[in-house]
């Protein structure tokens, strides 16, 4: 698959995380069925030397909630400050109520 195919497709499946809620690499990797959470990690890594805001980076996260990407921001204090304008609180570079905010592409993504 074309790299800017699949970029687009983890974009896509990014702009799609409700407000409030955050996802995880690995789960947008699982959801396309293409590559692996290092995959999603690169493209969203892409992205961000753009720094395109329409697609929303800082819900992703790591698999145990941390803000691994973090420093992929124009500061290392942007993701926690965008996560907690939408009512996500985040206590040591990790999402307060990790399993309660997550968010699966597969709840809310248009398969057809």
Known sequence: MERKMYF?????????????RVTTYGAIADYLALG??????????????QFDGDVPAH????????LSGRHQFPTPEYMQLMLEQEGVKVE??????FKGRFWHPGEGMDNG
């Open 59 to 66: 819900r992703v996260v790591n698999r145990l909630g941390e």
């Open 92 to 97: 040591n570079d990790r999402v307060v109520d």
């Open 36 to 49: 692996s959470a290092r995959m999603v990690g690169w493209a969203l890594r892409n992205m961000s030397a």
């Open 8 to 20: 687009e497709q983890v974009y896509d499946v990014v702009r799609s995380v409700p407000i409030g």
